[in-house]
């Protein structure tokens, strides 16, 4: 099993709905070496957008191998390797990122492997995310996209079937204001 | 402070980060701040800072890991208050 957890961040919308600066925000959310890491950047508001997606797409890579919710971002410490790769460490657990950033959104998908397995991605609008995800879908594994259906596990993660057919291995969803995210693996026989 | 003061007051503490008004209106002791709110996780720091600063409290990290329900909270806020 291979999980994968995305996460997007509407960059427009976080400067009105959170207040980085806000006295405490960055002290229970991030590490001592994140925080400086934030303070010393040329852009501190991307970076703290650019942990925060890093640190939830694998809170949510890891709740769906543990099947459990809590908040603890701070855990979760994150690592820039290149421009656009990562890796946040949770515990024992190691993941590793990939992120979108320009001037709209910033964007991460994390996964527990290392090694490239193929997977299925794409930012779209959030209102039509989960049909972007469809089509994509059925052109992948040959089914009607018309019969995908979508089901949630118990802490909430999205798998598609197809009839009774489980078609994602892995699959996480994400949307924040005007953005959507998916992020998805398909079983070895399509 | 009784259990139904300290959820009238969080309830207050929410409202702005809500995005669902129909589990807004139904908030009760088992509602569930992502799940049933719709409340953005990036949010859910704003709740514990306004929470603190409300009751004149400190969540700690291990606190703060289990505040994602209206029960959670309340009974987080209720050990803290009578510590």
């Known amino acids: ?190 | 402070m009784t259990k139904e003061e300290i959820i009238s007051k969080l309830t207050t503490i929410v409202k702005p980060y809500v995005q669902n008004e129909e589990g807004f209106k139904n908030l009760n002791e088992n509602t569930d701040f992502i799940n049933d709110l719709e409340i953005n996780s990036a949010n859910l720091v704003d709740i514990i800072l306004d929470v603190e600063d409300e009751f004149k409290i400190e969540i700690d990290n291990d606190s703060m890991e289990k505040m994602l329900s209206v029960k959670a909270t309340v009974e987080i806020i209720q050990t803290k208050i009578n510590a």
């Open chain 1, 1 to 190: 099993m291979h999980n994968i957890g995305n996460d997007i961040v509407d960059l427009n919308l976080a400067k009105t709905q959170s207040n980085w600066q806000r006295k405490g925000f960055l002290e229970k959310q991030f590490t001592q070496k994140e925080q400086d890491e934030i303070l010393s950047s040329e852009n501190p508001f991307l970076k703290v957008w650019l942990f925060w997606s890093m640190k939830e797409a694998a809170y949510k890579c890891y709740t769906q191998k543990f099947k459990e919710r809590f908040f603890a971002p701070q855990k979760f410490e994150c690592t820039i390797i290149s421009k656009d790769k990562g890796m946040v460490v949770f515990e024992e657990n190691t993941f590793y990122t990939e992120s979108i950033s320009n001037a709209l959104y910033t964007s991460t998908i994390a996964r527990e492997k290392k090694e490239e397995t193929v997977i299925f991605f794409a930012v779209g609008l959030a209102s039509t995310i989960d049909l972007d995800l469809k089509i994509k879908l059925a052109a992948e594994t040959g089914v009607s996209c018309k019969g995908i259906e979508k089901r949630k596990t118990t802490i909430g993660a999205p798998l598609f079937y197809y009839k009774e057919e489980l078609l994602t291995t892995s699959c996480s969803i994400s949307h924040h204001g005007n953005y959507g995210a998916y992020a998805y693996n398909i079983g070895s026989k399509f």
